[in-house]
């Protein structure tokens, strides 16, 4: 391990969504199987390391959007204490600026605590494999694992069995409506009856936004959107401004929609958090 004398990195964690999102049958483990493809998107936390920390452990200081839970249930400190289990980490103080809305679909908490293992491992030399920073990042939630490689991928299992796959995303643009709901995971889930009975996500390859309107969709939209009318009317709002592809992104509550040109934005709630932003490849 190399001595981290007064030093600091930082980390630009993004968000993700998903394209298609199938419920499929559950686990022995009590998970329910999942078929979805993660796309990463550039809209970004900034996540700041700095060591030797201010205090005997480890420290989290938030700014931004709220994050909700005490500090030592944060992924940013979990995957810290993952590492710290095997390696002698010194203390260090861990800074965020909260951007991606929390629970809204969009993985900005497993980016962050993903983030955490890889710079942590970067900054220390601890020598941890790509395969063994996906391991370790199991280990702190589903979606986790996706966020090491960055990549779009198809992700199967319970979210930790990841297919690189290739997508036809340079030139578009992508627009994000949060209507400030939030959506509890385990309520979500019962609003949906699985079905293993229709081909999974595994021919597409090559397809982009213009590919997936009518055949790809995502199995929570309907249920949340009858619950929560908001969902709706965000889909709805990107559709009317010329979408090509919209739907909700993971169990909710965020809608996103791919545009052929840069979005030119409906009136929308000013409660509301919107972003934009160029995809590429």
């Not at 980490?89 to 809305?101: G, N, Y």
């Not at 079905?195 to 199995?219: Q, T």
Request: negative net charge; proline residues 9%.
């Amino acid at each position: 391990m190399v001595d981290p004398g007064q030093a600091a990195r930082v980390a630009f964690p993004n968000a993700k969504i998903n394209v298609g999102l199938q419920v499929r049958g559950r686990r022995p483990d009590g998970f329910h199987a999942l078929d979805s493809l993660f796309v990463p998107i550039p809209w970004c936390d900034a996540l700041e390391m700095a060591t030797p920390g201010t205090q005997n452990d480890v420290a989290l200081h938030l700014a931004g959007n709220a994050v909700d839970g005490a500090p030592e249930d944060n992924l940013i400190v979990r995957a810290y204490r993952l590492l710290q289990k095997d390696f002698p980490l010194p203390p260090c103080d861990f800074h965020l600026v909260k951007a991606i809305p929390s629970g809204a679909g969009l993985g900005g908490g497993s980016a962050d605590g993903t983030a955490t293992l890889t710079l942590l491992n970067s900054h220390f030399s601890l020598g941890l494999s790509q395969a063994r920073l996906e391991t370790l990042a199991g280990k702190l939630g589903s979606d986790c694992p996706f966020f090491v490689s960055n990549t779009p991928a198809r992700v199967t299992g319970r979210g930790e069995v990841l297919t690189p796959i290739d997508l036809a995303l340079d030139g578009w643009h992508i627009a994000l409506l949060h209507p400030g709901v939030h959506v509890p995971t385990a309520a979500a889930f019962s609003w949906v009856t699985p079905d293993d009975d229709r081909p999974g996500l595994d021919e597409w390859a090559g397809s982009g936004p213009e590919d997936w309107k009518g055949h790809l969709k995502n199995d929570f939209t309907a249920p949340v959107c009858d619950r929560h009318p908001e969902v709706g009317q965000a889909l709805s709002l990107l559709q009317e401004a010329g979408a090509t592809f919209a739907d909700m992104s993971g169990s909710g509550s965020t809608a996103y929609g791919f545009f052929k040109d840069a979005v030119e934005w409906p009136a929308v709630p000013e409660q509301w958090t919107r972003w934009t932003g160029p995809m590429r490849g």
